[in-house]
Nanobody, 121 residues
Framework: QVQLVESGGGLVQPGGSLRLSCAVS????????RGWYRQATGKQRELVGV???????NYADSVKGRFTISRDEAKNTVFLQMNNLKPEDTAVYYC???????????????WGQGTQVTVSS
C-alpha cells in the first residue's frame, strides 16, 4: 500500500506565504508525476501544478509566478511553496502521485487526504 500525507495548511493573511508538504510512504518502487490540486467550496477540483519525473513543472495560469513545486527525493516528499497568497487561493489542497510499487506492476494513481488553506484577513 501507498500513502500520501499532506501537511502545512492553515490560515494566512493575503500576501502571506505557506509551504505544503506531501510525504509518500509505503511500498515504493518508483514515483512518477507528482501534482498538487485544490478544491474550493462549491467548485470542482482543479490542477495547481505538477512535477514530472525529470523535474520539469507545469502550473495553472492562476498560480504562475507565485507557487513553486519542489521535491526531496531522499525523503519521497514533494513541496508546494505558495507566496503572495490571495483569498481566491482558499481551498482544500490535495497531493497526487503516480507510484509504482513493484517493478512488474504498472504505476497507480494515489491521493492524499487534503489540507485546508484559508487566506483571509
Amino acid at each position: 500500500q501507498v500513502q500520501l500525507v499532506e501537511s502545512g495548511g492553515g490560515l494566512v493573511q493575503p500576501g502571506g506565504s505557506l509551504r505544503l508538504s506531501c510525504a509518500v510512504s509505503g511500498s515504493i518502487f518508483s514515483i512518477y508525476a507528482r501534482g498538487w490540486y485544490r478544491q474550493a467550496t462549491g467548485k470542482q477540483r482543479e490542477l495547481v501544478g505538477v512535477m514530472f519525473n525529470d523535474g520539469s513543472t507545469n502550473y495553472a495560469d492562476s498560480v504562475k509566478g507565485r507557487f513553486t513545486i519542489s521535491r526531496d527525493e531522499a525523503k519521497n516528499t514533494v513541496f508546494l511553496q505558495m507566496n503572495n497568497l490571495k483569498p481566491e487561493d482558499t481551498a482544500v489542497y490535495y497531493c497526487n502521485a503516480d507510484v509504482r510499487s513493484h517493478a512488474r506492476e504498472p504505476a497507480r494513481n494515489y491521493w492524499g487526504q487534503g489540507t485546508q488553506v484559508t487566506v483571509s484577513s
